[in-house]
């Protein structure tokens, strides 16, 4: 059996009838295997629990209830973006994602001309963990407003697809 090696609280999760409850224990027991330092690992996939976690802190996700919170967590697709990657562009009409950054910075960009016609970027914005992106164009059709950026690196993020978001609503 998979919870012969584990703490006896593991062994029994590891055998619950809760598909949500399993992946959580066999997620302990693989990082208790792997030691801290693996768990640390910066690019490997966030199970169920800790796309609940971040979307929990999330104030437009904070008063859904468990059950909702797993729902929401298993339409998200869990993506890191570097430079030049995007998150969204200033003026895309096509939009149809909202970001939840997990781990890192983005830079929220307008652009604007300068006298000579030149195009300038602006940095209106630096936005961490917990801050969601493109949740206004989702909901009433706009264009986005501004392009966001990685910053000072790789930015993680878990992504909702807007069609299936605007299902849930």
């Given at each position: 059996s998979d919870g012969e090696s584990a703490p006896p609280i593991v062994a029994h999760a590891l055998e619950d009838p809760h598909p949500l409850v399993r992946e959580t224990a066999a997620l302990c027991q693989r990082r208790a295997q792997e030691g801290p330092a693996a768990s640390d690992h910066h690019f490997s996939n966030l199970a169920t629990i800790e796309k609940m976690q971040s979307l929990r802190g999330v104030p437009l996700f904070a008063h859904l209830d468990p059950e909702d919170l797993e729902e929401l967590a298993k339409l998200t697709e869990d993506e890191t973006l570097i430079p030049p990657q995007v998150l969204c562009e200033e003026g895309d009409v096509n939009a149809d994602a909202?970001?939840?950054?997990?781990?890192?910075?983005?830079?929220?960009?307008?652009?604007?001309?300068?006298?000579?016609?030149?195009?300038?970027?602006?940095?209106?914005?630096?936005?961490?963990?917990?801050?969601?992106?493109?949740?206004?164009s989702l909901l009433d059709g706009s264009p986005r407003m501004a392009t966001v950026r990685p910053k000072d690196g790789a930015v993680r993020v878990l992504r909702i697809p807007g069609h299936l978001f605007r299902s849930r609503l």
């Open positions: 909202i970001f939840i950054i997990v781990d890192g910075l983005a830079s929220v960009v307008l652009r604007s001309g300068d006298p000579a016609g030149r195009t300038i970027d602006r940095e209106v914005a630096v936005l961490g963990a917990g801050e969601v992106v493109g949740e206004l």
